[in-house]
């Protein structure tokens, strides 16, 4: 598509320079619209627990999930709450889930003196053959059996199981539901072709220069400064760029130097500070171009607690000039020339993969949309701002793009809801290990990858290459 | 004659002996005050250790300085509110949150309980909810 173009409109590289240099308009803005108030903290107070989110998600999506219980089981079923349960009778119950996984670090465990045991080494699943799921309501838990997946589910599902209670206390499930997902505003997508394009993992201040070459390609295809006429009007048409988190490497955050004393640290720079400034100079090429939106991711300097809140301008002074750039929440949600757009860095869906059997960062994806709600594992595993009025992270209305960044591939589905609702789910790789970034067509909502390659200058000349 | 601190906790044997030897015989008033009273008490009465009632030190709520004892009737009703289930957890947030969120959430709390909150705002046992002197 991207290349397609290109290639139509003739003028190659080897033509003639052309008497005067043609210039190609970037693509105006038409509409913008950042949705992430309810990502924004305030004023921040820790002295609550966490029982508030807890409550406050069951209270919000108990309604949905008994509407969609009817649908499916049918408007007659008795719905009960846990202590209502009568043995051996049939009726859907509403709850959240907890699984009591074996395997789960707990901190109490690692610091217990009396067993003498060694902090337990990190593992990439923590899933167990062991592991029980519990559902648990405002007042009581009861333990699950049945036609239910252990290994899939996670911690915080709020779902809608049909069965009985059996004499020995446990509730034998024959199905459940979920959310599913919710409704969506109609599409007013551009007519004409327009393109945003999805980064993430730039990994700067990783230690390693191959990353730089193709990210400095990336840029200087974004700013039309590479490639003949074709390439460059096909760049004009590129009208946002979003960057979804882990700008800075993992090796920024080395954490040796806290444990030092300050004598031994005085004269010594964190090794973010070269990466920021590298990570500034990148985003002023970007912004004098194209309107740029940054979202931290893990590694970054921002706070770790789910909602990110936007990095400081004043760690950007060169790009935070421009008006085109826009430091964002992560997650993320912002109405692009009329099209949805919702996605995170990717720390979500990174939890759940290592609490659930599930492999596929696209399959994660998918699921919390159907559970409706971004990240279930959170307030759990995943560390998470204590809210006390609403959860923000339980999906109101779907959107048409729903990405997560620094995936291990990049993978793309197009969803169709059950009330007609179009989603295109994409994975962005991570940058500084694939070298691909994401191009979405907003005219029709197609995704396709677009990679990056030099080789390295110990061997041939260093071929450059930009394949779509 | 010597002032005795009509400690209900305390139940050292009353009658005569020296007064306590802290500085002024008022009862005391502070929890701290209530501590170092209560340790000289021990002190003072080694054998009545064992077959009393010996406190132990637990840091009580202060006293509200204001006259919330003017309307116990309302604080009992806000103390159900906050130990009804239906609307949440009551830690760590106002009652006026509470009711507001419950409200939000579509739970309808009772007014009542709003209108007695904003005749009471800024008084502090009104505000706040039944657990809120204790830690997290």
């Avoid at chain 1, 005067?20 to 990502?39: I, K, L």
């Avoid at chain 2, 030897?21 to 209560?38: F, I, Y």
């Amino acid at each position: 598509m991207f290349s397609e173009q290109a290639a139509r409109t003739a003028q190659g590289l080897l033509t003639p320079p052309s008497a005067e240099a043609s210039t190609f308009a970037r693509v105006p803005v038409s509409t913008y619209m950042n949705c992430s108030q309810h990502f924004r903290l305030g004023e921040r107070s820790f002295n609550r627990q966490y029982a508030h989110i807890y409550a406050t998600r069951l209270i919000q999506m108990r309604p949905l999930l008994l509407e969609r219980a009817r649908q499916k089981w049918g408007s007659g079923i008795a719905v009960r709450k846990l202590c209502e349960l009568q043995t051996a009778e049939k009726c859907c119950i509403v709850g959240t889930l907890f699984k009591s996984m074996q395997l789960q670090p707990s901190i109490l465990r690692e610091i217990s003196e009396e067993h003498n045991l060694l902090p337990q080494p990190s593992r990439t699943k923590y899933i167990h053959q062991s592991d029980e799921l519990i559902l648990e309501d405002e007042l009581q838990r009861i333990k699950l059996e049945g036609a239910i997946d252990i290994q899939k589910l996670v911690t915080g599902t709020i779902l809608a199981l049909y069965g009985s209670e059996r004499e020995d206390g446990r509730f034998v499930v024959d199905d459940h539901c979920f959310a599913d997902l919710p409704q969506q505003l109609p599409r007013r997508g551009p007519s004409t072709d327009r393109f945003v394009l999805l980064v993430s993992g730039l990994g700067l201040g990783g230690g390693s220069g191959e990353s730089f070459l193709g990210m400095q390609l990336l840029v200087d295809v974004v700013t039309g400064q590479l490639g003949a006429e074709g390439e460059q009007s096909c760049a004009a048409q590129i009208s946002r760029v979003i960057l979804a988190g882990n700008l800075l490497s993992q090796n920024t955050q080395n954490k040796d130097t806290i444990n030092k004393a300050k004598y031994l640290t005085k004269k010594t720079q964190a090794a973010s500070v070269e990466a920021v400034k590298m990570l500034d100079e990148i985003l002023l090429q970007l912004s004098t171009s194209v309107p740029v939106d940054v979202m931290p991711g893990e590694f970054d300097p921002t706070n770790y607690t789910l909602p990110q809140q936007p990095l400081h301008h004043c760690m950007l002074p060169l790009a935070g000039a421009y008006s085109t750039l826009q430091l964002v929440t992560n997650p993320y949600q912002a109405d692009i020339d009329g099209v949805r757009f919702l996605g995170t860095s990717g720390q979500n869906v990174n939890d759940i993969f290592k609490y659930s059997s599930m492999e596929d960062y696209l399959e994660i994806l998918e699921w919390t949309l159907r559970v409706g709600h971004l990240s279930p594992t959170a307030p759990d595993t995943l560390g998470c701002y204590p809210f006390y009025k609403t959860d923000p992270f339980i999906f109101t209305d779907c959107p048409h793009v729903y990405f997560c960044g620094n995936a291990p591939s990049f993978r793309s589905k197009e969803l169709t809801g059950v009330d007609g609702q179009q989603v295109l789910l994409v994975t962005i790789p991570d940058f500084s290990a694939t070298q691909t970034a994401c191009l979405i067509n907003l005219r029709n909502l197609t995704c396709q990858p677009i990679s990056f390659s030099g080789f390295s200058t110990d061997e041939d000349e260093g071929e450059m290459e930009i394949s779509h | 004659g010597e002032a005795k601190a009509a400690l209900p906790l305390a139940a050292g044997p009353e009658g005569g002996g020296p007064s306590l030897c802290r500085g002024g015989a008022r009862s005391p008033r502070t929890s701290t005050e209530l501590s170092a009273w209560v340790v000289k008490r021990q002190h003072r009465d080694p054998d009545t250790k064992e077959g009393s009632l010996q406190p132990e030190a637990v840091p009580v709520p202060a006293e509200s300085p204001t006259d919330s004892s003017l309307h116990p009737a309302q604080l009992e009703m806000l103390k159900q509110f906050d130990l009804s289930w239906e609307y949440g957890p009551c830690t760590g947030i106002t009652r006026l949150q509470r009711w507001e969120r419950a409200e939000s959430l579509g739970l309808s709390p009772p007014l009542v309980v709003r209108e007695t909150l904003l005749e009471h705002e800024g008084d502090p046992s009104f505000m706040h909810c039944l657990w809120h002197d204790y830690p997290l």
